[in-house]
């Protein structure tokens, strides 16, 4: 039985692996180890890979609060969404934390539920918490509110054109969007297309309102208010919408719902009322959400790569942490074409 000073080997604690050890594992200096791990360093793909497959060889975990002494930085930055549990929104998150995770970073997500008061009381926790940006995905705070804070931080904000110092804008055009939808139905030979919106104290919502109305009038279709009922970017919220528009006794062939969400609530009032879709009524949603190519039947919407809008938001913060000016970006729209639409019967 081994004494105390005749321990074997194999009870000794394995020697926690150490910045320096990287960085000769990886065949570079310890100070460009630091500067890649604090997302400063400008080194070669080469080099990039060589210290990340060090660091997984390694299994080697940076101190965050040396780091935070180190280089004035905690590797974090804060989004703020508005539904953690939203499809739409959990696809940018999705890309964002990807990016970010590249760069030794750390997301803290949390949710304003479109309220201006508790997005504010977020941002403020944000700020508490040191994070050395932050991303808001659209949302009802105040544009000035915004402004303030990127006095201290640099900020990336999506689905609203915003200027400023240390303020960069992912804007997305939902009114072409919209249109791209109207025209495809009326291209398919339908006349009276039901509209289903958003709320309409929303930016998005009215942006895509204003592409359906703009798209008739330049077919020289007349607008209905009488077929637009609001919805609330919600399942629930597309099948009462729905359920509205049916009772009202307005005949029509086809229907926009103002996102994907909304459209699946749709397709089920329908189906309860005894319509098909879309022998009966075509149906077209916005966003191309995942599980939009897997309902049945697979619904055709207009396509936005939300988990893309994540990427360049997360790689935008990261540039403005660096101190660069992130590139313009505009987020095109695309229709996708699938079966839940048809030609009019006559």
Do not use: C
């Not at 959990?90 to 479109?114: I, K, N």
């Not at 109207?182 to 309102?209: C, F, N, Q, W």
Request: charged residues 20%.
């Amino acid at each position: 039985m081994p004494t105390l000073d005749q321990s074997p080997k194999s009870l000794t604690p394995p020697k926690k692996p150490t910045l320096g050890m990287v960085a000769e594992l990886a065949g570079v200096s310890p100070s460009t180890v630091s500067r890649i791990l604090n997302g400063t360093a400008k080194v070669s793909p080469n080099k990039m890979a060589a210290v990340s497959e060090a660091i997984d060889m390694l299994q080697f975990r940076p101190d965050p609060a040396a780091r935070s002494l180190a280089g004035g930085r905690t590797m974090s930055v804060g989004v703020l969404t508005q539904f953690i549990d939203s499809p739409y929104y959990g696809e940018a998150l999705r890309g964002m934390e990807d990016v970010l995770r590249q760069h030794q970073y750390v997301p803290l997500f949390t949710s304003g539920h479109w309220n201006e008061v508790e997005e504010r009381e977020r941002l403020t926790l944000l700020q508490e918490r040191k994070v050395d940006g932050i991303i808001v995905l659209t949302g009802r705070v105040s544009d000035q509110t915004l402004l303030d804070i990127a006095q201290d931080l640099p900020i990336v904000v999506i689905g609203r054109k915003l200027q400023g110092p240390q303020v960069f804008s992912i804007d997305i055009d939902n009114f072409e969007g919209s249109r791209m939808a109207t025209r495809h139905l009326i291209s398919l030979g339908h006349r009276s297309i039901g509209y289903v919106s958003g709320p309409m104290d929303h930016k998005d919502a009215i942006e895509r309102l204003e592409g359906y109305k703009r798209e008739l009038q330049e077919k020289q279709l007349p607008f209905d208010p009488a077929l637009v009922v609001e919805g609330d970017f919600q399942e629930s919220g597309g099948f009462r919408a729905m359920n509205r528009l049916l009772q009202s006794g307005k005949i029509f062939s086809a229907v926009i719902a103002a996102n994907d969400q909304m459209a699946y609530g749709i397709r089920l009032a329908l189906s309860n009322a005894g319509f098909r879709v879309p022998d009966d009524i075509s149906l077209v949603g916005f966003d191309d959400l995942p599980h939009s190519a897997f309902t049945v039947p697979p619904l055709t919407t207009v396509k936005q790569s939300v988990y893309e809008i994540g990427v360049l938001a997360a790689n935008a913060i990261l540039q403005m942490l660096n101190k660069e000016a992130p590139a313009p970006v505009s987020i095109s729209a695309k229709l996708v074409a699938r079966e839940s639409t048809r030609v009019a019967r006559v």
